[in-house]
């Protein structure tokens, strides 16, 4: 039996060229700088982080802001205050062309149909739905037919509709703004905005 733990030369082990053995101890000294050097390397970007953090938080107001309730939509000049809307249709991706929409003034528990439209091709409104006198305070509802819209396209769909007629109410405050309502809706879903 011959014994690894020398050579022939009486080196170190891993010397002797027929000696196969891992010298362990270099591996593990590198292994430990690595290791000391990662912990030092994130220690130090930790240290970092954390003085950045309480520096800002330093010089941080006190107490949150409340957030600017005057801002709105930016008035495009030279236009008269009016009330607008844009019909897309998200299903086929196009403007709402054909599509019926009832306008209404809401009042406590009573509505009053003020008019129904038809959109043009490009699917807005035009003339504007209020404009000059017309313009006033209150809170107005818009009724999409959507069932009717996709029936008429003939769109491959479950039936009955999920979405059948689409209610938007919204209240005009000030008449000196001009409101421009986008209306994006498919077979499942709405969204509207206040644009200007």
Known sequence: ???????????????????????????NTSRRRFALQSVTL????LIAA???????????????PAPNQTTGPVQQGGLSPRLTMHALD??????????RVDF??????????????TLPGNGRTDPPLLIGD???AGTYELVLHVD?????????????????RIPLRFRITDVTQ????????????YNYYRGS
């Open 1 to 27: 039996m011959t014994d690894r733990s020398s050579n022939t030369r009486g080196g170190a082990p891993g010397n002797a060229p027929n000696d196969t053995r891992i010298d362990t101890t270099r591996i």
């Open 104 to 117: 209404l003034k809401i009042d406590g528990a009573h509505s009053q149909m003020i008019r129904t439209v």
């Open 42 to 45: 994130g220690s130090g970007a």
């Open 178 to 189: 001009r409101i421009h309502l986008p209306v994006l809706f498919g077979p499942w879903s």
């Open 134 to 136: 017309t313009y006033r």
């Open 90 to 99: 998200t299903y086929h991706g196009t403007p709402a062309a054909g599509l």
């Open 50 to 64: 954390t003085s950045l953090t309480a520096q800002a938080a330093e010089t941080a107001p006190t107490s949150t």
């Open 148 to 164: 009717e819209y996709f029936a008429e396209r003939q769109a491959a769909l479950p039936q009955p509709p999920f979405l059948s």
